[in-house]
């Protein structure tokens, strides 16, 4: 049992960890690594010593099920950076037609290329999932390179609303940044509900069009969050637009269960991936320039995992891919309609 008052005390020395990091030069990503595990202890105090005790081993990486998606053609949004590149690099060695989507051009043609290289079906199409345009033009690539389309990875998001080509300048950029509701502005508001809320929307419209047309089914997974779930605090766009993805999911799958389409969302906590590295780094930055409310208010986020493990590690991007393709394959044809909690 995790102890009330170790769970205050931990409160209070979140905001001292990331405000005792906060003036630390630019951190190298080992740095950034430890800040992290040290964000985690500062919530979860280490335990009594337990006989026995063993971490959960994260799937590899580079592990992949041969054959699973052969000839199918899977739909990758958000596939530049962490999950999205993972899943598009996992879908392809396991037989997919991948069409990757992203509007960092460079970064999301270099996953694609990379996929071509080792000798898998991928192709790329640049553009912002919330603008319909772009949505219909990669449902169109998807029909036009591959005959059709079969699943699709609705994995595109932002937590602020500097875009993530941009280096981070806070002084400039501060009224872009995840605040309270009181100190939030419009632009940060605007942004990240435009790209999670209106951006997953759009995509579905587009993809279940085609999987009507099709008339051959479907699978869409969407990635929302704990915060979707239970909340965060400090971080108002995110959190309604995530629950407005969890609602999407709700709402899908009931209306196109009868074409055999299935819909269901991942809901990820502690997850290292560079978009959370980078909300970190805003975090730090907001402490130094003399915010009080640093934190992200993790009170209700801590998993089991996180909880048990000896290094309170989060999840890896590898095990969150894993369970969204998982759900995106034929091995979950009774599942549909679900907020999977994923962390």
Excluded at 31 to 56: C, F, H, K, M, S
Excluded at 311 to 336: C, D, H, I, Y
Aim: charged share 20%; with cysteine.
């Amino acid at each position: 049992m995790v102890d009330r008052r170790n769970v205050i005390a931990g409160v209070g020395a979140i905001a001292a960890t990331v405000a005792g990091t906060a003036s630390a030069a630019d951190a190298s990503g080992v740095q950034l690594e430890l800040d992290l595990r040290d964000y985690a202890t500062a919530w979860n105090p280490p335990d009594p010593v337990i006989a026995g005790r063993q971490n959960i081993v994260p799937v590899p990486e580079d592990y992949f099920m041969p054959g699973r998606f052969a000839g199918k053609t899977a739909l990758v949004t958000g596939c530049a950076r962490g999950m999205g590149r993972l899943a598009c690099i996992r879908l392809a060695r396991e037989g997919a037609n991948v069409v990757g989507v992203d509007w960092l051009a460079e970064e999301g043609k270099a996953v694609i290329d990379g996929i071509v290289k080792e000798g898998g079906k991928a192709i790329f199409v640049q553009g912002d999932i919330s603008e319909d345009d772009v949505c219909k033009a990669m449902v169109k690539a998807a029909v036009d390179t591959y005959g059709g389309l079969d699943c699709a990875l609705n994995n595109a998001g932002v937590m602020d609303a500097i875009f993530p080509g941009d280096p981070i300048d806070y002084e400039k950029q501060k009224d872009l940044v995840m605040s309270r509701i009181d100190e939030a502005t419009d632009a940060y508001w605007d942004v990240v509900m435009r790209v999670n809320a209106t951006g997953t929307f759009r995509s579905m419209r587009a993809e279940l069009k085609q999987f009507l047309k099709q008339q051959r089914g479907g699978a869409i997974v969407n990635v929302a969050s704990v915060a979707g779930l239970r909340g965060f605090g400090g971080t108002p766009s995110y959190v309604a637009s995530k629950h407005a993805v969890n609602g999407l999911t709700k709402n899908a799958a009931i209306d196109y269960a009868p074409f055999g389409i299935r819909v269901n969302s991942v809901c990820m906590g502690t997850t290292i991936t560079p978009m959370y590295e980078r909300a970190f780094k805003l975090l730090r930055e907001r402490a130094a320039s003399g915010f009080k409310d640093t934190g992200i208010g993790m009170l209700k986020i801590d998993s089991l995992l996180q909880w048990s493990n000896q290094e309170k590690r989060g999840s890896t991007a590898a095990e969150q891919v894993a369970m969204m393709l998982f759900l995106l394959s034929p091995e979950s044809s009774n599942l549909t309609g679900a907020n999977f909690a994923t962390y």
